[in-house]
């Protein structure tokens, strides 16, 4: 549900994970249920991110993200707004999943890159892509993702960013290069352009230092695990109260290191799991191969982070 209001894409999003049976990989669409309520059914949260990459699309069929995104509407859409993650390195096959999603009760997109856009990417292939996908969903409201600062060339260059911001149905973008002094450039050409849209930081370690900068929410998967904690810290920021800031982000900064700052790199979707399994809200860690399980030296660094983060 998308409320009224010029700020209405603005809010703290958790990015869910999608809990699966460890013997055959199968979705546990009843864990998803819970785990999603459990973090998105809370005050200050306006809404999910779902299909994301915490949610592992990347490994999902799209019978599975249709039917994650039925699920979700199922669950919290009546008084929260539902994004849906599109993803597919084909332009044509990521239209679509936009189409499903929509059909399914999506209240709006979000557009991942092509993995292929790593190693070349040029403004006119990201035009074509957003353009593709939003013929198929007309006036569907897009988020855009910003991808990380070492994901090659899939990072948006001011030009690109640009370009993308004169889609009219762009409403937010979920800030992902991962890099603070990046995101403030990119923050400042959008808000420049488009001081309507959302933007919203993403680097779960240091969001305290960008909401400082400015910031309209966040989209984070942290948030799965310390919804309260980082809708506090976005307030504490907002009203301009340092303090309580720095002391909500001293508790949520050794779960965030260990869960995405620690080598290897590409591990939080294992880690967010392992973590909701140790804290009940999931029964099982299980995620796809090819990525393995928390390793014992891993889960040991999470709990630590976890009891030193207050869980």
């Known amino acids: 549900m998308i409320p009224a209001g010029p700020d209405r894409f603005h809010g703290i999003y958790p990015s869910t994970v999608l809990p699966m049976r460890g013997g055959d990989f199968a979705p546990d669409w009843d864990a998803y249920a819970r785990h ?56 044509l096959e990521a239209a679509a999943e936009a189409r499903e999603a929509r059909a399914a009760g999506a209240d709006a997109i979000m557009v991942f890159l092509p993995n292929g856009f790593a190693l070349a990417q040029t403004t006119e292939m990201a035009l074509l892509h957003h353009r593709t996908i939003l013929a198929a969903v007309p006036s569907m409201p897009v988020f855009l993702f910003a991808a990380h600062h070492g ?18 149905e762009v409403v937010g973008i979920k800030e992902g290069s991962w890099e603070v ?11 420049a352009k488009r001081p309507d849209i959302a ?18 929410g966040s989209l984070v998967s942290l948030a799965d695990i310390l919804p309260d904690a980082i809708v506090a810290l976005d307030a504490a920021v907002r009203a301009g109260d340092l303090a309580a800031a720095r002391a909500l982000h001293e508790m949520i900064e050794p779960l965030a290191e260990a869960i995405y700052g620690d080598p290897p790199a590409g ?12 804290m009940g809200v999931i029964a099982d860690p299980a995620l796809r191969p090819p990525q393995p399980p928390v390793s014992g030296s891993e889960a040991a660094a999470l709990r630590q982070a976890m009891r030193a983060s207050g869980l």
């Not at 994901?151 to 009219?168: K, N, Q, S, V």
């Not at 002094?181 to 808000?191: F, G, N, P, Q, V």
């Not at 930081?201 to 309209?216: P, R």
């Open 151 to 168: 994901a090659g060339r899939m990072a948006f260059t001011p030009e690109t960013l640009e370009a993308l911001l004169d889609i009219p």
């Open 267 to 278: 591990r939080a979707t294992a880690r967010l799991k392992f973590c909701l399994a140790e």
């Open 36 to 91: 999603t309520a459990h973090c998105v059914l809370r005050p200050g949260i306006a809404g999910v991110l779902m299909n994301g990459h915490a949610g592992e699309n990347f490994v999902l069929s799209r019978d599975e993200k249709r039917r994650a995104v039925e699920v979700t509407v199922a669950t919290v859409g009546a008084s929260r707004i539902v994004v849906a993650g599109v993803n597919a390195e084909s332009s």
């Open 181 to 191: 002094d990046r995101y403030d450039a990119l923050r400042r050409i959008s808000k």
């Open 199 to 216: 933007f919203c930081a993403s680097g779960d370690e240091h969001l305290l230092a960008c909401m400082v900068h400015g910031s309209d």
